[in-house]
């Protein structure tokens, strides 16, 4: 079985460990305590009330892909409003290991995924892609914070279209994405849509063509129903997709704005 679930353990949200700094920095530049804390308990994306759902209402059952050492996870435990369900996936074993011996609880789990990348699982299986639907289904919440932004196109797809069915009937993905305008980059035909900032590990950053990227989004069924653009240019965009007719796509009403490259 490529995919294993480990056991929860239970764990005291008073003593909830920070993890160790080695695995903070793998993660990314920031490693302060206090991007991994949430003292004050508060929704931690906000209240996501983008209609119709209510404030709070997406934080019943959260999937979090690409979990890294549970840096969201340690944060939803500590908001006072908690999820009933997190599940975390993650492919770096290391990470997977320490958060499930540190902040596995009822209710709280997490997997590790069996899939290849130079930079944070070379010790994996060869795999490009492998499926997750049976992780679970019905999560009102699926985050990839910074985890779309190192896939490359087929590999969002595939990732992206497992997601719809583990989608509660009004659950959200919220994810963040590198995006620019390929108008930019002439050479680029129609089927060339992601561009990459590292020939030794193309999956250090990969950019998504805006226009292509809605296109793909559409054909998965998906409608866009929120975005923050980057606050800095060429940064994280992060952009809500929902499946239910009930949401408006606002893909055609919010155009990027300038920290977008090419806009
Ligand atoms: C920049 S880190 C972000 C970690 C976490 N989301 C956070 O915000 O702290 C990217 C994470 O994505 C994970 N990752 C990369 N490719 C993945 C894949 N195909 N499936 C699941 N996780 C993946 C990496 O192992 C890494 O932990």
Redo the contacts with the bound molecule.
Sequence with gaps: MPTRQCYNRAVETATLPFPPLQLRQ???PIVEDS?YDNPDGSYIWGPLDIPPLKAGEAYRRVF?????????ERRLLLQKDRPEKIVG????PE?IDWCQNNLAAPGVSFFH?D?W?V???PKNSKNR??P?RHIGSDFTLI?????F???HED?SKF?LDQMRSMLAPTGIIRATWFLFNKKAFPMMGDNLNTIFINEADP?NAVYYDWKAFVTMVHKLGYRIVHINWAQMLGFHNIICLGRSDNFLDISNMTPPGTSVLGY
């Design positions: 793998m993660v990314g991007y979090d892909f690409g979990c890294g050492c549970g840096r969201e996936l993650d492919i770096n990470m995924h899939v990348n930079n944070y699982a892609v492998l997750i985050e990839a914070n910074s985890v932004t190192h896939l590999q990732y999956s």
